[in-house]
């Protein structure tokens, strides 16, 4: 199974939430995922973002890999193999 570090969709219409989580490649953006790492809330200024770094780096060393945007996410948060 293939596991990738992804976004999923939660919020509103216009006023979007993301999570952060651990979900196989096959299964659909917002449907079932493996393991909840972290939010993100674009809506605030400064985006507001609070991630588990000691799960984050669990799935990161088991070989998950995130997506472009988690990636962006991490390297400015500083956490994990970037």
């Known amino acids: 199974m293939a596991v990738k570090i992804r976004l999923t969709r939660k919020g509103t219409k216009k006023k979007p939430f993301y999570r952060i989580v651990a979900a196989d490649i096959e299964c659909p953006r917002d449907g079932r995922f493996l ?13 507001a973002v609070t991630l588990k770094t000691d799960r984050i780096n669990y799935w ?11 990636k962006s996410i991490l390297k400015k948060e500083g956490v994990g193999k970037n």
């Open 60 to 70: 990161l060393g088991e070989g998950a890999k995130p997506s472009t945007t988690v």
């Open 35 to 47: 393991e909840l790492l972290g939010t993100y809330n674009p809506m605030v200024d400064p985006a």
